[in-house]
């Protein structure tokens, strides 16, 4: 079974621009998530979406968004880059079936720098 | 409210010896608390995860150990070898937002041969 796949692996943008990641869950899981990893913040959540919908919103500017479709792939926007965005975005998916615990599995990460 | 509080930040360990890593919460509507343990270039994999009604998980070297009333729960890794040498990360999530988890700061783990 393949794992969450995420592309691109790495980009570099300039401050002003907007950028596209794209996640690809495993085969049968609908539920995406979105994380922020820094060394200064950690892993910080940024979204999920489960069969198409937004359940669940991090503490984020609303430059960062994104968008889940019918196939579950998921993809995030980051609008007006600023520097302090650039970090490792990782996402995770899981079955997510209501109120049933499932596990996430990370993708490798797509690793942002903003110049 | 929302935070996990892990400690310590970084640790060394000679080869065959324990890691313990520590972590605390306040949300009492946390119900479900994995480990993942991330190399660099890497996204994070799960290792193992508790549920608030056992006190302690065990899954080959490592080992949850939980504590309810105290908001706490660690990580034991015994016999630890130097390919554990890693970025060891506990969170929590509760029922109504399984989706989203809550991370630890993180703990670098070295193992010294």
């Known amino acids: 079974k393949a794992g969450v796949t995420q592309t691109p692996r790495y980009l570099i943008k300039t401050r002003g621009q907007q950028v596209t990641l794209s996640c690809s869950p495993i085969s049968g899981h609908r539920s995406v998530s979105w994380y922020q990893q820094t060394p200064g913040q950690g892993l910080q959540f940024l979204f999920e979406?489960?069969?198409?919908?937004?359940?669940n919103k991090g503490n984020f500017p609303g430059r960062f968004s994104g968008r889940q479709f019918s196939n579950s792939r998921s993809e995030m926007n980051v609008s007006t880059l600023e520097l302090g965005d650039s970090a490792l975005y990782l996402c995770?998916?899981?079955?997510?079936?209501?109120?049933?615990?499932?596990?996430?599995?990370f993708g490798q990460g797509t690793r942002l720098t903003v110049v | 409210q929302q935070q996990v509080k892990q400690s310590p930040q970084s640790l060394i360990v000679q080869k065959g010896g324990i890691s313990i890593i520590n972590c605390a919460y306040e949300?009492?509507?946390?119900?479900?608390f994995p480990w993942y343990q991330q190399f660099p270039g890497k996204g994070p994999a799960l290792l193992i995860a508790i549920r608030p009604d056992v006190s302690e998980k065990k899954e080959g070297r490592f080992t949850i150990s939980f504590n309810k009333s105290a908001k706490q729960f660690s990580l034991h890794i015994m016999d630890s070898q130097p390919g554990d040498s890693a970025t060891y990360f506990c969170a929590a999530s509760s029922s109504g937002n399984t989706g989203k988890l809550i991370f630890g700061q993180g703990t670098t783990l070295q193992v010294k041969p």
């Open positions: 949300n009492t509507a946390f119900d479900y």
């Open positions: 995770a998916s899981s079955v997510g079936r209501d109120r049933v615990r499932t596990e996430a599995f």
């Open positions: 979406y489960f069969s198409e919908t937004q359940r």
